[in-house]
């Protein structure tokens, strides 16, 4: 197996991991603050990627790709949990999960913007097309309502996901794909702590089980586990090409949204993810 083959292997891997994450913030919302989800799981994680870099001794990274660490933090340590929170007060899983659609493109040009990656101009016109069904779907559907705040929430989710990947992608060349990922957490924990501490509910005993059990999943798995696959993946198969994977997300998604919270999934849902599906994966062809 090639170094392309590994890479769409591991993002699989990755996406599949991510792709419970709203379904399990929609749940952890309903009884804890999208700040102390986004807090706490970082909480979680920081400290067990703290515990793994201590028990492999590795060195510390340099002034440079600190700077960096710090970029990849703020996109997928903080930005995209919080703002996806934030954005799952007010509108179902399935829907916040059909703007995963538009991750690749954004994952994308961070690419070329960070890691000078150069795909061929049809690579953005099947892109940007799938991407336009995205943006489409959400403009039109519900008759043509106005986009809702968490819509909006969604969109800057996706842009500041998208750099976050694409550096941590980069970065990951030099530093390995689970040792970027803890780094970040690492760097982020002292502030998470703190503000984990300030967010936390009154009285924990009104918090049923169903969100504590999201909560370990997005820390554990999330924000952790399914990053030591997914940056392993951008890095050594392309970040551009193996970016495109995450249109798998949405099907897998849209499925645990229906199975596990009971939502609705429209004809419209569907047709979206599969127009978009077919436009990546003539994206990933000419990549």
Known sequence: ???????????????????????????????????????????????????????????????????????????????????????LQTITAARSIVF??????????????????????????????????????????DQGQILQIGDLYMIAAVLICGLGYAEGGKLSRELGGWQVICWALTIMLPIMLVLSYLYAPIDYSVVQIGPILSLIYVALFSTLIGFFFWYKGLAIGGISKVGQIQLMQPFIGMVLSAVVLHENIDLAMIVVSIAVVICVGLAKKYA
């Open 1 to 87: 197996m090639n170094s392309t083959n590994d890479g769409f292997l591991y993002g699989f891997i990755g996406v599949v991991i991510f792709a419970g994450s709203l379904p399990a913030t929609r749940i952890g919302v309903m009884d804890f603050s999208p700040e102390f989800m986004t807090f706490a799981r970082a909480s979680i994680a920081g400290i067990i990627g703290l515990i793994c870099l201590i028990a492999t001794k590795q060195i510390k990274p340099n002034y440079r790709q600190f700077k960096s660490l710090l970029i990849v933090a703020s996109g997928v340590v903080i930005g995209f949990p919080l703002l996806t929170a934030l954005a």
């Open 100 to 141: 995963v659609g538009m991750l690749p493109l954004s994952t994308a040009i961070f690419a070329v913007i960070c890691a000078n990656e150069k795909p061929k101009p049809i690579f953005w016109l099947f892109a940007i097309l799938g991407s336009s069904f995205v943006a489409g779907y959400m403009l039109l559907h």
